[in-house]
């Protein structure tokens, strides 16, 4: 090889070296929800769940669909996002061995219905089943959410109250209706990997039930979805729960663990969640003290699909 050649040799492989550190195709990752601009999303929920209770074992399955949006407040100096999150429609279909009920919850305010009612009191003629319950305390309740650009959720209030009544529609009033992956703290390419641990609590039976989640993230593709150049992530983790509570003069005591897999498309450019599709797996034990006693086993598996529907500019 000629001193010329070693010369140009060397010149290219520090270019190559230099390339390589640099790694154009890494692409950061935040969150960037807009002020003044809505974000629609559309979730179905699919349950199957099987408890055991003094010796009786009884299956419960159930199907969630909602539509929910997310409100653009403002952003803080350091780019946390303040979002006013509401639901605006939702239908529960649960069957238990003790009664198959269809619950709708939408906005149901200055809206009609034509019903036909005999002289005796029967109802002839009604647009909806004798199973279906209008629940419209929550519809529209908002909670102020500020979220950091990493997916982390840095405090909740709730702004509209719900009638004390309801404890199930008061939970889900009380919560984000928007659940965000965390993100990777440094640009990401094709196969980058990620871990992440959160601590959350749920409301329920007058206590709280506390979440431990670790996860691990994979970027397994860069699909185009419609006009939007998406990254696909695919992720798996491990929960684990642990709670009290107490209603109707009984304790309640739980504590399980469980494991969810899934993945969820992800708009780099404009920082946004386009789909997440979820499998969770969790096995939970209640026992419970009080004017009886029991341990309760729960089996759930639950299946979730999260999907953005439109974004809209809020008009003024």
């Known amino acids: ?97 003790m009664r198959d009920t269809v619950m709708v919850v939408k906005e149901v305010m200055g809206k009609k219905a034509r019903t036909t009612i005999a002289p005796g009191g029967a109802v002839t003629k009604s647009p909806m089943r004798d199973t279906v319950m209008v629940v419209k305390e929550v519809m529209g309740k908002k909670a102020r959410t500020t979220i950091a650009p990493g997916g982390a959720v840095l405090s909740r209030v709730a702004i509209d109250t719900i009638a004390l009544g309801n404890l199930m529609m008061r939970g889900i009033g009380m919560r984000e209706t928007i659940r965000l992956h965390r993100l990777s703290e440094k640009p990401v390419a094709l196969d980058s990997t990620w871990k992440s641990y959160a601590i959350d609590s749920v409301d329920m039976m007058g206590g709280k039930l506390i979440t431990h989640t670790k996860m691990e993230y994979v970027v397994k593709g860069k699909p185009v979805v419609g006009d939007r150049s998406c990254l696909d992530i695919g992720f798996n983790g491990e929960i684990g729960m642990e709670g009290k509570g107490s209603m109707m003069g009984m304790e309640f005591f739980m504590e399980g663990k469980g494991k969810t897999a899934g993945n969820f498309l992800f708009d780099p450019a404009q920082g946004v969640m386009v789909q997440d599709n979820s499998v969770v797996d969790t096995d939970l034990t209640a026992a419970v003290t009080g004017q009886q006693n029991m341990t309760i086993p729960i089996s759930t598996n639950v299946r979730t699909t999260h999907r953005l529907l439109s974004i809209e500019k809020v008009s003024k």
């Open 1 to 97: 090889m000629t001193r010329h050649s070693a010369i140009v040799c060397a010149a290219a492989l520090c270019v190559l070296v230099v390339l390589g550190g640099c790694r154009p195709a890494d692409v950061p990752l935040a969150y960037r929800y807009q002020p003044g601009t809505t974000y629609l999303y559309a979730d179905t929920v699919r349950t199957n769940q099987t408890q055991e209770m003094m010796g009786q074992e009884m299956k419960i399955t159930s199907v969630n669909m909602s539509r929910s949006r997310m409100v653009g407040e403002s952003v803080t100096a350091d780019g946390a996002m303040v979002m006013l999150t509401s639901l605006d429609s939702m239908v529960v279909d649960t069957k238990s061995p």
